[in-house]
């Protein structure tokens, strides 16, 4: 094949922003000072070595078309993330149909500068759809590691199947990510999904360990400048596993509430302090400048993620944004929820939601959703169960019956997509699902109170944690006690819940074909462990039609 070449000089970065630091914890102001702390961002052959690509490179939201290319580049020793800086550095691309770069098909260059932290993203097009490709990046007589990604099918092909990695919720500090490893090792995904909390805003110390830290924090504090997010993006771009899996396949990721601060609305978040944490519209403007220069992600709509993917005949996939539109969580048991100037989604992101949902002509209709849409209602619940499980939803710890900062706390925006699939007769929608840290498998009732007399409108996976704690790590007590426990009685009290496993850590894997879509669950032996193996656990699946799960039992 004669090798064809289409060059882009496309970065996508946004305005430099410097809110004021988090006075409480009293960060350094001068660049000097910072470097110390943000220098544990870098592998220690920073030091010496320049320019280089210390932070691995990525791909993502692939289209027939085309893929999104992203790297870091460290052109000196001192332009550690988050200092701002270091000099422009031309950083040039190129995709291949071989590893051995033979075949090119595509190359450009970008200038990587202080203003975007040095990430520079390529956004490269005129791609073969359907089709593996190898790439890199080079500056300075440096290349970065070679790495795979792929197209989308043809927007009209007949796709046999698709398979995706999906996973959510890496704390850091509570262990190793495992999960991350085991998918890239399959070597046989599609794409992977994030549905959220790909990073946490905590200081050290401060959430989810049972009691162990497993690797610190950087910065060590709070994040709350641009400065202190960048910081934090660049100390988990240096997880090994995190970095096999970025270069295996092309990653479609939406945010949740810690990639800005825990329970984040529109207007503040739980863990923000106005004032002594500066303003939120500062905060959010800065974890979201950082989210998109470091993340492989097109903004469809500018300042959010809510963007829809298609994969061929078979599948589409509509990534929403549930953080940036929503009204402020209520109390719970607060009549509230269901008052329909509240919202979760914003009017446009429903609106646009119902269009895509109503005119997709896939096969099935898949939805990248942070927080768990089927209702949740407790139960009998004992009291030792029943506090553990409000600390790990960031509820009162008495008198819950439903989790408000899911959909359950938006019960009109759930009512109104629930009742446009079933008044359009839209089958086959299938929520993915991350945030509560414990893996479900759920149909998505129309009336709860009334099922299964009354219909299911969708179904939903949700997928556990990759080492965010579960219900046996704030409990301490061993992996499947609670479970063992809780999960009959919160099934007894939900009957559209088929399965629920509240206590282990690890990833799914999406298989689809026209005839099915199947989630197989997959749980590492132990999230603290370097070398933690992983194995199957369970597998559910929605059959073309039903609007409805049942228990499979092998993996694909």
């Known amino acids: 094949m004669t090798s064809r070449y289409r060059s882009s000089n496309t970065s996508e970065g946004l305005n430099s922003l410097t809110p004021r630091r988090r006075t409480v914890v009293k960060a350094a102001a001068a660049t000097a000072v910072l470097a110390g702390p943000l220098a544990a961002t870098l592998p220690a052959r920073a030091v010496d070595q320049a320019p280089g690509f210390l932070h691995g490179v990525a791909s993502g939201d692939p289209l027939p078309d085309g893929i999104l290319l992203w790297t870091r580049v460290t052109p000196v020793p001192e332009a550690i993330p988050g200092s701002g800086l270091g000099p422009d550095t031309e950083v040039s691309w190129i995709v291949a149909e071989d590893k051995a770069f033979t075949t090119v098909v595509a190359k450009g260059s970008i200038t990587a500068t202080a203003t975007s932290d040095h990430t520079v993203k390529a956004d490269v097009r005129g791609l073969r759809p359907g089709t593996g490709y190898w790439f890199r990046f080079s500056a300075g007589g440096t290349d970065s590691p070679a790495a795979r990604t792929r197209t989308a099918p043809a927007h009209d092909a007949a796709v046999p199947g698709l398979r995706f990695g999906v996973v959510s ?13 085991h998918l890239a090792a399959r070597g046989d995904l599609d794409a992977w999904l994030h549905l959220g909390d790909y990073i946490y805003e905590y200081g050290t110390g401060e959430y989810g360990t049972r009691g162990k830290v497993v690797r ?13 997010y960048r910081a934090r993006h660049a100390r988990y771009k240096t997880d090994p596993d995190l970095q096999a899996l970025h270069a295996t396949a092309p990653v479609v990721a939406i945010w949740d509430d810690h990639e800005f601060a825990n329970d984040a609305f529109s207007g503040g978040a739980e863990n923000h302090t106005e004032g002594a944490e500066g303003t939120w519209s500062a905060r959010q403007a800065a974890a979201k400048q950082a989210y998109f220069e470091w993340m492989p992600v097109r903004t469809a709509t500018a300042g959010t993620t809510y963007r829809r993917l298609r994969f061929g005949k078979l599948a589409d996939l509509s990534l929403l944004d549930l953080r940036s539109f929503r009204s402020q969580q209520v109390t719970v048991g607060d009549g509230e929820v269901d008052d329909p100037d509240r919202t979760l989604t914003g009017r446009a992101q429903l609106d646009w939601l119902k269009a895509g949902l109503k005119s997709s002509d896939t096969t099935w209709r898949l939805v990248g959703n942070s927080v768990m849409i089927s209702p949740f209602a407790i139960g009998s619940l004992s009291a030792e169960l029943l506090k553990p499980l409000a600390k790990l939803l960031g509820l009162p710890q008495e008198g ?20 446009h699939l079933r008044t359009n007769a839209i089958r086959n929608t299938v929520f993915l699902t991350g945030d509560i840290h414990m893996a479900w498998a759920n149909d998505v009732p129309v009336d709860a109170g009334t099922y299964p007399l009354s219909p299911s409108a969708a179904t939903e996976f ?38 629920v496993d509240t206590d282990r850590h690890g990833f799914g894997v999406l298989d689809i074909t026209a005839e099915r879509a199947q989630m197989d669950y997959y749980v590492v032996s132990d999230r603290t462990k370097r070398d933690a193996t992983a194995k199957w656990s369970r597998s559910y699946r929605t059959r073309s039609g039903t609007q409805k799960v049942e228990r499979a039992y092998d993996p694909v």
Do not use: M
Request: a negative charge; hydrophobic letters at 40%; glycine letters at 4%.
């Open 169 to 181: 919720c890496a704390n850091w500090e509570a262990g190793w990510f495992s999960s991350y490893r």
């Open 400 to 419: 819950l019956a439903l989790n408000t900062d899911q959909w359950d706390g938006y019960t009109d925006d759930r009512r109104e997509i629930l009742a």
């Open 216 to 228: 610190p924090h950087t910065p060590a504090h709070e994040i709350v400048t641009l400065a202190d």
């Open 462 to 499: 949700v997928v556990t944690s990759v080492t965010s704690d579960n219900l046996d790590d704030i409990v301490k007590v061993p992996e499947g006690t609670v479970s063992a426990v809780a999960s009959p009685v919160i099934r007894a009290a939900n009957r559209h819940v088929h399965w």
